[in-house]
């Protein structure tokens, strides 16, 4: 099985400072390299979630050799305060949320997130719940148009939605391939060389997964769990959850 590096380690660690005895909750395991710097800076506890089946399977691997330091937990980051309830946590000293799709499941062409390979158009970071084939086949163009241009800020957001039910008229969507390729025929190429797909790709991932909702939802678990002097580290890519996360910290400050 090979390590996967996570980002930003180096300044996780330096937010969260781990301390001897401490207990911090990694809330997107993904492959574990956050978890397990975290346990290598200190004599820790980290409780671990994610809502990927393949993520549970790793993390039970890795959690194996680490003499019971590390607890995985199958679940949505959002239900974190319900879920270490559950396991006699009613406190702990930091919580990271590493926000997004992770590498190892858009190098995967079989769960259908990335147009780089072609597969099931699917998409969902969970095993339940609607696919992206779902919802561009039975959404309506006005819904299918909000979605693209809300969350993911392509302009040309009603342009993609028409050809997207122009499309699936004839035939519905199935493939990740399939979509894409009607997404490039009505964007113009960028001059940074980002993919024509790239925004509508994005888009549609946010909303399958919920992932704004499912942010904020973690926001408010991690202010009911974290202990006074607790720390806080999110990292994002997206300005949406970058503007809500800061928002949050900002309305949440004690500024006595």
Do not use: W
């Not at 342009?159 to 997404?183: D, Q």
């Amino acid at each position: 099985m090979n390590a996967h590096i996570p980002v930003m380690t180096d300044e996780v660690l330096a937010m969260l400072a781990p301390k001897d005895g401490g207990t911090y909750v990694d809330g997107t395991f993904g492959r574990g390299g956050h978890s397990r710097a975290i346990l290598a800076a200190a004599e820790t506890l980290v409780f671990a979630i994610d809502r990927d089946p393949e993520a549970i399977v790793i993390g039970a691997q890795i959690g194996a050799g680490l003499d019971g330091k590390l607890t995985i937990i199958e679940g949505c980051f959002g239900d974190m305060a319900q879920l270490l309830a559950r396991l006699g946590v009613e406190r702990v000293d930091g919580v990271l949320l590493d926000l997004g799709v992770s590498s190892p499941q858009l190098d995967n062409p079989t769960r259908g997130f990335s147009f780089a390979g072609d597969g099931p158009l699917d998409m969902r970071m969970g095993g339940d719940g609607p696919t992206a084939a779902d919802l561009v086949n039975g959404a309506d163009e006005q819904e299918l148009a909000d979605i693209i241009y809300s969350f993911g800020q392509e302009r040309r957001a009603r342009r993609v939605a028409r050809a997207i039910v122009e499309r699936r008229a004839e035939k519905p969507f199935t493939r990740t391939g399939e979509l894409a390729g009607v997404i490039r025929r009505v964007v113009r190429a960028a001059k940074d060389g980002l993919d024509p797909a790239t925004r509508t790709f994005m888009a549609l991932r946010i909303r399958i997964n919920d992932e704004l909702e499912e942010l904020q939802r973690g926001l408010h678990a991690a202010e009911q769990l974290l202990a006074p002097g607790g720390r806080l580290a999110v990292i994002s890519f997206h300005s949406l959850e970058d503007r809500m996360v800061k928002t949050f910290l900002h309305q949440r400050s004690d500024r006595s």
